[in-house]
C-alpha cells in the first residue's frame, strides 16, 4: 500500500504569498504575524515569502488568481476577516470570498488557503487572530506548508511516480 502525506517543512526553493486584507487591519496584521512565523518556524526562508494587500475580503479572489497564474508560489495564503454587522453584506462577503478561493485552487491546482476569519463578533475575531483560539493564520499557513508537500509527492499525470 503506497501513501501520500504531506510534512510540515519547506520544500526546496518554494515560495509562499501571504496575502492579506486591509480592512479590519488591527486583526489581518495579527493573522499576518501568525502565518510568517509558522512559515519561518518549519524552515521557509523569510526570502520565500511575499506579503500581498488587497483593499479587502472580497477582493482577495481575484488577487489570489493572479498570484495562482504566476507560477512563482507552492502555496497562497489569504487572511481576511469579515465580522458580522447589522446588515446582509457579511454574508455576501464571506459566502463570495469562501467560494471564490476555493474555485481559484481548483482552476490552477496551487493551494490557495482559506485563511479568512468569518466571525459574529469582534471578540470572537481577536481570540481567532492569537488570543484564546489560537492564531488562525497560523493554521493557514502550515496548511500551505503541508499542501505544496502533499502535491509535489502526487502525480500530476494520473500515472504513477
Known amino acids: 500500500?503506497?501513501?501520500?502525506?504531506?510534512?510540515?517543512?519547506?520544500?526546496?526553493?518554494?515560495?509562499?504569498?501571504l496575502l492579506v486584507s486591509r480592512f479590519n487591519e488591527f486583526i489581518t496584521s495579527k493573522?499576518?504575524?501568525?502565518?510568517?512565523?509558522?512559515?519561518?518556524?518549519h524552515g521557509v526562508s523569510e526570502d520565500d515569502i511575499e506579503v500581498v494587500w488587497a483593499?479587502?475580503?472580497?477582493?482577495?479572489?481575484?488577487?489570489?488568481?493572479?498570484?495562482?497564474?504566476?507560477?512563482?508560489?507552492a502555496g497562497v495564503v489569504c487572511l481576511g476577516a469579515v465580522i458580522r454587522g447589522g446588515t446582509d453584506h457579511y454574508q455576501y462577503v464571506a459566502a463570495e470570498v469562501s467560494k471564490g478561493?476555493?474555485?481559484?485552487?481548483?482552476?490552477?491546482g496551487v493551494p490557495c488557503i482559506m485563511g479568512v476569519l468569518t466571525c459574529d463578533t469582534l471578540e470572537q475575531a481577536v481570540d481567532r487572530a492569537g488570543a484564546k483560539s489560537g492564531n488562525k493564520g497560523a493554521e493557514a499557513a502550515t496548511a500551505a506548508l503541508e499542501m505544496a508537500n502533499l502535491l509535489r509527492q502526487l502525480p500530476a499525470d494520473g500515472g504513477e511516480s
Open 31 to 41: 493573522l499576518l504575524g501568525g502565518a510568517i512565523d509558522a512559515l519561518t518556524r
Open 101 to 108: 478561493i476555493s474555485v481559484v485552487a481548483l482552476r490552477s
Open 55 to 73: 483593499p479587502g475580503s472580497f477582493e482577495i479572489p481575484v488577487v489570489a488568481a493572479r498570484l495562482a497564474q504566476s507560477g512563482r508560489y
Open 1 to 17: 500500500m503506497k501513501q501520500y502525506q504531506g510534512q510540515l517543512i519547506a520544500p526546496a526553493g518554494a515560495k509562499f504569498a
